[in-house]
Protein backbone atom coordinates (compact mmCIF):
# COMPACT_ATOMS: atom_id res chain seq x y z
CA UNK A 1 0.00 0.00 0.00
CA UNK A 2 2.35 2.67 -1.05
CA UNK A 3 1.29 6.25 -0.72
CA UNK A 4 1.11 8.06 -3.81
CA UNK A 5 3.21 11.55 -3.47
CA UNK A 6 0.04 14.15 -3.82
CA UNK A 7 -1.79 12.11 -1.04
CA UNK A 8 -1.86 12.46 2.77
CA UNK A 9 -3.32 9.94 4.62
CA UNK A 10 -2.17 11.71 8.00
CA UNK A 11 -2.29 14.30 10.51
CA UNK A 12 0.22 15.39 13.53
CA UNK A 13 -0.66 14.70 16.83
CA UNK A 14 0.76 16.51 19.95
CA UNK A 15 1.68 14.24 22.72
CA UNK A 16 1.88 16.90 25.91
CA UNK A 17 4.91 15.22 27.37
CA UNK A 18 7.17 14.70 24.53
CA UNK A 19 9.01 17.47 22.16
CA UNK A 20 8.43 15.87 18.85
CA UNK A 21 4.83 15.19 17.56
CA UNK A 22 3.07 11.83 16.70
CA UNK A 23 1.48 10.70 13.51
CA UNK A 24 -2.13 9.66 13.16
CA UNK A 25 -3.39 7.16 10.14
CA UNK A 26 -6.64 9.10 8.90
CA UNK A 27 -7.78 6.79 6.19
CA UNK A 28 -7.74 3.03 4.42
CA UNK A 29 -6.74 0.07 6.78
CA UNK A 30 -4.58 1.39 9.02
CA UNK A 31 -6.67 4.55 10.02
CA UNK A 32 -6.72 5.50 13.53
CA UNK A 33 -3.44 4.23 14.74
CA UNK A 34 -1.31 7.09 16.18
CA UNK A 35 2.76 6.51 16.62
CA UNK A 36 6.28 8.19 15.84
CA UNK A 37 9.38 7.26 14.65
CA UNK A 38 12.67 6.48 16.65
CA UNK A 39 15.84 6.35 15.18
CA UNK A 40 16.14 6.72 11.19
CA UNK A 41 19.19 5.54 9.08
CA UNK A 42 20.52 4.85 6.01
CA UNK A 43 21.91 1.28 5.26
CA UNK A 44 26.20 1.39 4.78
CA UNK A 45 25.96 0.30 0.97
CA UNK A 46 23.30 -0.44 -1.73
CA UNK A 47 20.97 -3.57 -2.48
CA UNK A 48 21.48 -5.70 -5.41
CA UNK A 49 19.06 -3.16 -6.68
CA UNK A 50 21.15 -0.06 -6.78
CA UNK A 51 19.49 1.74 -3.77
CA UNK A 52 20.20 2.58 -0.25
CA UNK A 53 17.95 1.14 1.90
CA UNK A 54 16.50 3.18 4.38
CA UNK A 55 15.60 1.62 8.20
CA UNK A 56 13.73 3.11 10.82
CA UNK A 57 12.24 2.37 14.15
CA UNK A 58 8.48 2.98 15.08
CA UNK A 59 6.71 2.87 18.22
CA UNK A 60 2.85 2.39 18.41
CA UNK A 61 0.85 5.17 20.65
CA UNK A 62 -2.21 3.62 19.90
CA UNK A 63 -3.76 1.07 17.73
CA UNK A 64 -7.98 1.74 18.01
CA UNK A 65 -8.59 -1.35 15.53
CA UNK A 66 -5.93 -3.89 16.78
CA UNK A 67 -3.96 -4.05 13.28
CA UNK A 68 -0.82 -5.56 12.04
CA UNK A 69 1.30 -2.81 13.01
CA UNK A 70 4.42 -5.58 12.36
CA UNK A 71 3.59 -6.03 8.85
CA UNK A 72 5.57 -5.72 5.73
CA UNK A 73 2.42 -4.04 4.65
CA UNK A 74 2.16 -1.66 7.75
CA UNK A 75 6.15 -1.06 7.45
CA UNK A 76 6.44 -0.10 3.74
CA UNK A 77 3.36 2.56 3.96
CA UNK A 78 5.06 4.28 7.00
CA UNK A 79 7.56 3.99 5.19
CA UNK A 80 6.67 6.11 2.40
CA UNK A 81 5.38 8.68 5.04
CA UNK A 82 8.74 9.12 6.48
CA UNK A 83 9.89 9.37 3.04
CA UNK A 84 7.67 12.57 2.08
CA UNK A 85 8.24 14.07 5.55
CA UNK A 86 12.44 13.95 4.88
CA UNK A 87 11.04 15.23 1.56
CA UNK A 88 9.67 18.05 2.62
CA UNK A 89 11.86 18.96 5.24
CA UNK A 90 14.73 18.86 3.06
CA UNK A 91 12.91 21.39 0.79
CA UNK A 92 11.96 23.40 3.17
CA UNK A 93 15.49 23.73 4.52
CA UNK A 94 16.98 24.30 0.16
CA UNK A 95 14.35 27.38 0.67
CA UNK A 96 15.62 28.75 4.07
CA UNK A 97 19.40 28.13 2.76
CA UNK A 98 18.14 30.41 -0.27
CA UNK A 99 18.39 27.48 -2.73
CA UNK A 100 15.67 25.76 -4.92
Given at each position: ?????????????E???????S????S??Y???I?HY?N?????????????P??????????F??????????????G??L????D??????R????K?
Amino acid sequence: MSLPKHEVDYVFVERPDKEYASIKLTSGPYSDIIYHYGNVAFAKEENENGHLPMKFDYYIDKNFKDADTDSQEFINHIGDILVVLLDEQMKEKRELDGKN
